[in-house]
């Protein structure tokens, strides 16, 4: 009891160490910011959701006892609530098939047990996204007028800054940016959080503490009824007003979600070539360099949601059924 405490405060420590080091301004400090939750995410699915909890508590209070009340929500709301629900996600499993054993003699089968698929986890991260940011959104007000204003304002202080003579080119650029802030946001806090998760899972499964099999990262799909919250959302991003801004930041984690389906549909429509670590790592090369062409595995992940590429494409891969007799 007394490792398990000390595990959950030393991965506290260091999320807390993590996050509040945004304030120094180095640019180190961006870096370590996003990976706060990681520390929480390896204590939560290593020793179990009750580590992380306790540690996020910890690290919470500590904050707001140093900074104030508005560190101690951000880095709860931000940081120890999605290590703790995805941690607890990722060991999530129930026993399915029968218990009972085939013979007197034999010893009981060991049960298989159904893990919590990672499409759904995908889906989680999608909503501790949206949530994560349209929370920064409303410290800055709590309407659509006083958030876009407040933006504004704050991006052309720095151009400002940066270029002391600004044009009215300028302005318009600033306006722009104003409308694709809080989906460029979502868009950074949905990689950032599927990272942090990745690299958390593959801490553990390394030492040996990681209690699931490693998922086949190429069956990774979403929920069926995804796609439809994706279309309502794209509806209301033309409604005006907050309810706009909250559509918007939706519609851009939901696309992400299907932007990584996409990438294991690419890996699995590529199981064939021979030339597939080629054509894989120049597609992520392109990605990471150029962003856009990010759009494209969007669309291969609808598509793959709609017609099933994947299932069809191992469907014929499978070998024919033998001849009956």
Known sequence: ???????????????????????????????????????????????????????????????????????????????ALPAWWLGHLVLLGRQVGSLAPDAAAEPPAKPEIEWYPVGRILLWIA???TLTTMAALLTLGTDAETITGTLRRG?????????????GEASQFVD????IVPAGATIIAMMTLTL??????????????????????MTAELPPMTLVALCIALALCFTGGLPAIVAQIATAALMMAYALTGFAVLHTLTLALKSR???????????????????????????????????RFLRSRQPPPLPTP
């Open 1 to 79: 009891m007394m490792a398990f405490g000390l595990i959950a405060l030393i991965a506290g420590a260091a999320s807390a160490l993590m996050f509040a080091s945004i304030i120094s301004g180095a640019l180190i400090s961006l870096v370590l910011f996003y990976l706060a939750p990681l520390p929480l995410m390896v204590a939560a699915i290593g020793w179990g959701p009750l580590c992380a909890s306790l540690g996020g508590i910890a690290a919470a209070i500590g904050l707001g006892a140093l900074f104030g009340l508005s560190y101690c929500i951000a880095f709860a709301v931000t940081v």
């Open 127 to 129: 909503g501790f996204a």
């Open 155 to 167: 991006l052309m202080r720095l151009l400002r800054t940066t270029d002391p003579q600004t044009s």
């Open 176 to 179: 722009a940016l104003v409308r």
């Open 196 to 217: 942090n998760l990745w690299l958390s899972a593959k801490v553990t499964a390394t030492s040996g503490r990681l209690r699931r099999p490693w998922p086949d990262l």
């Open 277 to 311: 670590t080629f054509w894989l790592g120049s597609t992520y090369a392109v990605v990471v360099v150029f962003g856009w062409p990010v759009i494209a595995m969007v669309i291969l992940g609808l598509a793959d949601a709609v017609f099933g590429f994947r299932e």
